[in-house]
């Protein structure tokens, strides 16, 4: 017992000493930290894998140092559950002292996180999550993905333009899903068509069951959303219950035919049309030079939407520190990201000030081969779009 309480004194002096002795005078170059909490294994592991990708592949070409300060980068696998993601998020901001929280794969797990960043003042800066109401969980919350309100509504509208007038809406059962299928409902009712809307569990969906009612439904088409990582399956399934060869047409938000399985699909996948912020098909030089490097360094992984969500997310968080002049104090630099508007390689984006929210173009887009491999070929672009839940609000 006594030796216990010893050894514990001793490393009570020792943490003291430490602290005492600490670097004191060099703290202006005190490393700014970022807590990179993100899906590295599970069944959103590609989401982690592109964002963690995207993030590295920034410093490196932007270099580890910010405002005079080195840039720490610190990853944190969430497996995919909220309740770790908010412990994770706890022990980055309590034993860490990480400047920034980031990342945030699914729905559920930035919502987790949101009353840390709250409570510590700590910036939250979601890059892939895309629930409309995310951004309404923490004023500390600035996003850099999308809401697939805002990618959907263009859908719906094109839909309506193009001919059609009865369609069947699945979605993975939670609030994306329930997102889209309420833009895509409201927007293509509004416009004359009729909808009937199916959801399928997030959890080991089954789209077999699924499917079989819209082949009997026999709509004009069917309106897709399932999470990044899960287009693939979907897309095996549309083929083996037939529903490739029937006519009816497949449409969504770009998430089912996310550019990091897209080429893998095959001609199943072709002639799918998608609305969508990123494609790695984007004609524009930045983007050319953003997807070569990707591939470089990531043994030809080709970005996809999430990628995009993470460069562009490590570059508001390098802007917002040369705003403050390196210093990283939390409500600083969140009022830095309202209002920043820069080109990204998606095209030309910026922070909704009043929404933390990012605006920008969405494009319609057709797969197609290009070269011998499958992309999405974008064909109508609708600028500047803002998430159109929160600008119903105002
Ligand atoms: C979410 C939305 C996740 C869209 C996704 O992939 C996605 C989300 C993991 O908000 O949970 O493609």
Redesign the pocket.
């Known amino acids: 017992m006594l030796n216990r309480r010893a050894a514990l004194l001793a490393a009570a002096a020792a943490m003291t000493a430490t602290i005492a002795w600490g670097p004191g005078p060099a703290a202006a170059a005190d490393p700014v930290k970022i807590g990179l909490i993100l899906p590295m294994s599970g069944p959103?592991a590609s989401?982690g894998r592109q964002i963690e990708a995207a993030a590295r592949l920034y410093i490196q070409q932007h270099g580890a140092e910010v405002a005079g300060r080195p840039v720490e980068l610190i990853v944190r696998d969430d497996t995919g559950t909220a309740d770790l993601t908010k412990r994770l998020a706890q022990e980055l901001v309590v034993n860490d002292r990480v400047a920034v929280l980031a990342g945030f794969?699914?729905?559920?797990l930035?919502l987790s996180a949101a009353p840390i960043a709250t409570q510590a003042k700590v910036p939250q800066v979601v890059m892939?999550?895309?629930?409309a109401t995310i951004t309404e969980a923490s004023p500390f919350i600035v996003r850099t993905s999308f809401t697939?309100p805002q990618a959907t509504v263009p859908m719906a509208q094109w839909a309506a333009g193009n001919g059609m007038k009865k369609v069947v809406t699945l979605v993975s059962d939670?609030?994306?899903g329930i997102d889209a299928e309420k833009a895509f409902t409201d927007e293509f009712t509004a416009a004359g068509g009729t909808v009937d809307n199916l959801r399928v569990p997030l959890r080991n969906p089954d789209f077999s069951p699924f499917l079989q009612r819209v082949a009997d439904a026999g709509p004009d088409a069917l309106f897709v959303f399932v999470?990044?990582?899960v287009g693939a399956q979907f897309m095996k399934q549309f083929t083996e219950r037939g529903l490739a060869r029937s006519g009816i047409r497949l449409i969504g938000p770009g998430?089912v035919t996310?550019d990091d399985l897209l080429n893998d699909m095959g001609d199943v996948a072709l002639d799918v049309v998608t609305s969508q912020h990123y494609s790695a098909a984007h004609d524009s030089p930045g983007n050319k030079s953003f997807v070569e490097a990707f591939k470089a360094a990531n043994r030809g992984m080709r970005p996809n939407?999430?990628a995009v969500g993470g460069y562009d997310g490590m570059h508001l968080i390098y802007e917002a520190l040369k705003t403050t002049g390196g210093a990283s104090d939390g409500p600083a630099l969140v009022e830095a990201m309202k209002g920043m508007a820069w080109e990204s390689p998606r095209g030309p984006v910026s922070i909704d000030p009043e929404t933390r929210d990012i605006v920008q173009n969405i494009y319609i887009r057709k797969v197609e081969r290009v070269n011998g491999e499958l992309y999405n070929v974008e064909f109508e672009t609708i600028p500047a779009v803002k998430d159109p839940v929160k600008a119903a609000k105002k």
């Open positions: 959103f989401t794969g699914l729905t559920p930035a892939a999550a895309a629930t697939l939670y609030g994306p999470p990044s990582g998430d996310d939407f999430m």
